[in-house]
T-cell receptor, first 113, second 114 residues
Framework: AQSVSQHNHHVILSEAASLELGCNYS??????LFWYVQYPGQHLQLLLK??????LVKGIKGFEAEFIKSKFSFNLRKPSVQWSDTAEYFC???????????FGSGTRLQVQP | DSGVTQTPKHLITATGQRVTLRCSPR?????VYWYQQSLDQGLQFLIQ???????AKGNILERFSAQQFPDLHSELNLSSLELGDSALYFC?????????????FGNGTRLTVT
C-alpha cells in the first residue's frame, strides 16, 4: 500500500528564512507527486506537481520541490518565506493503478514577521 | 476559487442523525472524490465517482454512502452519526480518472456532531 510521511508536523520560521519540508513516500512503481497548501479557513490548493522529466519542479509563489527517486523523497523548498506563507502543507502521491491521492499528515508552517 | 462548490459550509447535528453533503464539480470535470479531514486521522480518501459510476473506495465506513448524479454533482450521505464523525469533509474534482489528473478541492463542509 502506498503511504506518505511528512516528518515535520509544525515548523516555525522567521520571515526571509529558508524553508525545506520533508516528504517521503513508499511505493516502488511510477508515481505522481504533489504538494498542496491549505491557508487558514480555505480549501487545498495545488502548489506544484511532478509527473516525469526534470526532477526539480517549480510551482506557484516561489516554491519548488525536488524528486529524488533513490530516496523516495519529494521535499518542498522555498529560499525566503513570507508571513503570507503561513499555512498547512500537504504532500500527496498518486500511483499507477490507484485512482486517489494519498496524503501525508501535513506540516503546519508558521512564519513570524 | 477552485470552481468546486460544496454545501453547506457548516453542519451541526446530533448523534444518531443522518446528513447529506453536496458537491458540484468544476465545469467539465467528470471525477468527484470525497475526503475526510480530521485532527487525528489527517486527510483520508473516502470514495471516488467518475461520470456517475463508483471507481474507487477508500476508508469509507458502511454508515456512509455516496452517489454521483447525471448532472455530475455528488452527494455524500452520513448516517447513524457518531461524535467521531466530526470533521471537515472535502470534495475534489478532476477532468479524468487517471492518476495524472490533478485534483481541485472545494472549501469543505465542517460537520460537528454533538
Amino acid at each position: 500500500a502506498q503511504s506518505v510521511s511528512q516528518h515535520n508536523h509544525h515548523v516555525i520560521l522567521s520571515e526571509a528564512a529558508s524553508l525545506e519540508l520533508g516528504c517521503n513516500y513508499s511505493y516502488g512503481g511510477t508515481v505522481n507527486l504533489f504538494w498542496y497548501v491549505q491557508y487558514p479557513g480555505q480549501h487545498l490548493q495545488l502548489l506544484l506537481k511532478y509527473f516525469s522529466g526534470d526532477p526539480l519542479v517549480k510551482g506557484i509563489k516561489g516554491f519548488e520541490a525536488e524528486f529524488i527517486k533513490s530516496k523516495f523523497s519529494f521535499n518542498l523548498r522555498k529560499p525566503s518565506v513570507q508571513w503570507s506563507d503561513t499555512a498547512e502543507y500537504f504532500c500527496a502521491v498518486k500511483s499507477t493503478g490507484r485512482r486517489a491521492l494519498t496524503f501525508g499528515s501535513g506540516t503546519r508552517l508558521q512564519v513570524q514577521p | 476559487d477552485s470552481g468546486v462548490t460544496q454545501t453547506p459550509k457548516h453542519l451541526i447535528t446530533a448523534t444518531g442523525q443522518r446528513v447529506t453533503l453536496r458537491c458540484s464539480p468544476r465545469s467539465g470535470d467528470l471525477s468527484v472524490y470525497w475526503y475526510q479531514q480530521s485532527l487525528d486521522q489527517g486527510l483520508q480518501f473516502l470514495i471516488q465517482y467518475y461520470n456517475g459510476e463508483e471507481r474507487a473506495k477508500g476508508n469509507i465506513l458502511e454508515r456512509f454512502s455516496a452517489q454521483q448524479f447525471p448532472d455530475l454533482h455528488s452527494e455524500l450521505n452520513l448516517s447513524s452519526l457518531e461524535l467521531g464523525d466530526s470533521a471537515l469533509y472535502f470534495c475534489a474534482s478532476s477532468v479524468g480518472d487517471t492518476y495524472n489528473s490533478p485534483l481541485h478541492f472545494g472549501n469543505g463542509t465542517r460537520l460537528t456532531v454533538t
